[in-house]
């Protein structure tokens, strides 16, 4: 049933621009002209180092420090587009997340996809991993908005496979706002992710997720991958949007 209502959302979605509105001429995708041209690109693809990684990284050494972990190579991390909460390019994200627009998650992971494939940092990516969402949500929604990405993704990378088994939703994090401490929200985003030790183990993962916040979750995804795949694999990050 959820199904059928979701292609029946892609057959009846409008042939108008995500981001103004505007009628789309023929040939033209998701976007205008217009907005096609002034979408805020990061670019953080070509850079091992920016803001995104630096943030996440942060993250990660924080928690080796809070745990006594191990040593952690620096991770690669890079989104499609700079988010902003008040641009009417934060619809490339929403039209995904909340108005069923799977075409258009689609045709932005595929963007993203390209972008990644010609980069030498993330052209060995062998495993491509969505941020899961626990299945409750997932069977309300009818689909994970960040597997959608990783499928765009997977697909324009040449030696890759989308491998949403690896990682588990094991606990809702959605009481989270009535944890009072960073501490105790922190936990208990950690707790909520429990990976799977694969037969054959990838050498380079990416894990995907539609926006990158403050990498809390995609944090608690890392830490719950390196736990079970040891210290030789890498584990890089990317998003359709940067939040700003
Ligand atoms: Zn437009």
Redesign the pocket.
Known sequence: MLTLLRQAAELLSPRE?V??G?ALLPGEKH??A??ASDIPLTRYERRAQNPMADAFNARIQEHIVATGGTYEPYSYACALFFYKADSPYSQLTKALKYRYNLAEGRFFAAMLGERLAASPLYVDVDAVVPVPLHWTRRWRRGYNQAEIIAEGIASALPGARLRPELLRRVRRTRSQARLTGAAEREANLRAAFRAIAPAQRPGHILLVDDVFTTGATLGACHAALRAVLGPSVRISVATLGFVI
Request: contains cysteine; aromatic residues 0%; neutral net charge.
């Open positions: 621009c981001v103004c505007a976007l205008c217009h907005c």
